[in-house]
């Protein structure tokens, strides 16, 4: 079985914190996602990585930054944190980035930013 | 714009009564349509994934349907249970894993 795991299931920080949110997958899946997800607007992506050290950004990047120096981890990076980055953090992995191939969700991290 | 629409948004059903979810999708190009359970504070969970060329797809008391001419999936739940309590997302694969989401039903089955 496929084990994505999230490092906090819940956090609060401080408006001006650093944040960090860590996913760790036990698969050797080539690809790893961030999403965050707000009520009444679905799951929207922030960043992936196809490979170790590369990036991309996907809809949502602003606020946020990446790192992924080995295959098993990406991080989620909130460089100074503000009250709308408030919601639940996804992390999500997948082999193969065409066709049917299934992404794998960690149970999520839920950050509130006061 | 890429959209993917759920109705009905929220569903109260009796403990071994069958429903049906709607969505319906304004999304291209189209790779594959899939559908996720998510319970309360949980990740998505694939429930099954359709590509263009199939029709319906099966996994225990959950059939999902697709028509890719009129954009349109289903998902069946049959003898409803009620662990099948949970948000039910419908997730188009526009290709390269870039997957447009919708904002989820959220069932709830009654004893």
């Known amino acids: 079985d496929v084990k994505v795991t999230q490092s906090s299931r819940y956090l609060v920080k401080r408006t001006g914190e650093k944040v960090f949110l860590e996913c760790v997958q036990d698969?050797?899946?080539?690809?790893m996602f961030w999403y965050r997800q707000d009520p009444g607007l679905g799951l929207r992506l922030i960043y992936f990585s196809y490979d170790v050290k590369m990036k991309e950004k996907g809809d949502i990047p602003e606020g946020y930054s990446v790192s992924r120096e080995k295959k098993e981890r990406f991080s989620l990076i909130l460089e100074s944190a503000s009250t709308n980055q408030t919601s639940m953090y996804l992390c999500?992995?997948?082999?193969?980035?065409?066709?049917?191939?299934?992404?794998?969700f960690g149970p999520g991290t839920r950050l509130t930013v006061t | 714009k890429n959209q993917v629409e759920q109705s009905p948004q929220s569903l109260i059903i009796l403990e071994g009564k069958n429903c049906t979810l709607q969505?319906?999708?304004?999304?291209?190009?189209?790779?594959?349509l899939r559908w996720y359970k998510q319970d309360t504070g949980r990740g998505p969970v694939s429930l099954t994934i359709m590509t263009f060329s199939e029709n319906t797809k099966s996994n225990g008391r959950y059939t999902a349907t697709l028509d890719a001419d009129t954009k349109q999936s289903s998902l069946h739940i049959t003898a409803s249970q009620l662990s099948d309590s949970a948000s039910y997302i419908c997730?188009?694969?526009?290709?390269?894993?870039?997957?447009?989401f919708g904002t989820g039903t959220r069932l709830l089955v009654s004893p």
């Open positions: 999500a992995s997948s082999s193969h980035l065409y066709g049917t191939y299934e992404q794998y």
């Open positions: 969505c319906n999708y304004t999304v291209s190009p189209f790779s594959n």
């Open positions: 997730v188009v694969n526009t290709g390269f894993q870039k997957l447009v």
């Open positions: 698969m050797d899946h080539e690809n």
